[in-house]
């Protein structure tokens, strides 16, 4: 997946998380809350095709048709009044938990990067949606977290190093990483001649940062992320 399409899901999450900060503060009018519904139109049309196509990834699952609908009903929620909203907010956190629960399932890693595109992009759909309606988000934030936390424990990379094929030679320093991503493994190496760096040197969080780079890990690291900053 291109990072373009990664930070486009990303972007979701930015926005739900804003709209809530603001509302926590309590701060926000009726003419805010809709300006932001319709930014976040703006940002699920943009991730619009990447999010599809990793529920077409999965379409074998029985809650994707649900979860596709929820997606493409995004663009009516400024005109949705506050009982449909809230209508709308359950059903997206139903698809959000159901897609949760078939990950944990999922014996394929490939399969599960696929739904922790999916899981993130509905989590977040469903937090815009709740906030915008006024519904409690005691129980969600949790929730959410957790779903990203499992992402996370599931896909992180793991990288091993090895002592490389030109490390015999005395002016050589040479040490490959393989690195287990859900799509196959990556090969990174810190290759060194004569003391000067013609690769590397690779960190563990570069490394991990390279191989796991346009996979639902991103995603869901980041989320985790600006969640633990703001102390959600």
């Given at each position: ?88 907010a359950l059903e997206v956190a139903l698809h959000a938990r159901q897609a949760r ?70 002016s050589i320093y040479h040490v490959v990483y393989t690195c287990s991503t859900p ?50």
């Amino acid at each position: 997946m291109r990072a373009t399409s990664v930070d486009s899901i990303k972007k979701l999450g930015d926005i739900a998380f804003h709209l809530f900060l603001e509302a926590r503060g309590g701060n926000l009018t009726e003419q805010q809350i809709i300006q932001a519904l319709q930014q976040f139109v703006t940002a699920v049309s943009e991730a619009e095709n990447a999010i599809m196509t990793h529920l077409d990834a999965v379409a074998a699952a029985p809650w994707v048709g649900a979860a596709r609908h929820a997606i493409l009903e995004v663009p009516t929620l400024p005109e949705l009044g506050e009982d449909p909203l809230q209508d709308y907010a359950l059903e997206v956190a139903l698809h959000a938990r159901q897609a949760r629960s078939v990950f944990a399932a999922v014996s394929s890693d490939a399969e599960a990067d696929h739904l922790g595109f999916a899981i993130s992009s509905l989590y977040a759909v469903g937090l815009q949606a709740r906030v915008a309606a006024g519904l409690p988000t005691t129980t969600y934030l949790p929730d959410y977290r957790a779903a990203m936390q499992a992402i996370v424990n599931r896909l992180e990379p793991s990288c091993v190093p090895s002592e490389g094929d030109m490390d015999w030679h005395p002016s050589i320093y040479h040490v490959v990483y393989t690195c287990s991503t859900p799509h196959g493994r990556r090969t990174f190496q810190d290759y060194q001649v004569d003391g000067w760096w013609r690769e590397g040197p690779w960190t563990e969080p570069a490394l991990k940062n390279a191989a796991g780079a346009g996979t639902s890990w991103v995603v869901a690291r980041d989320t985790l992320q600006r969640m633990t900053e703001e102390g959600i």
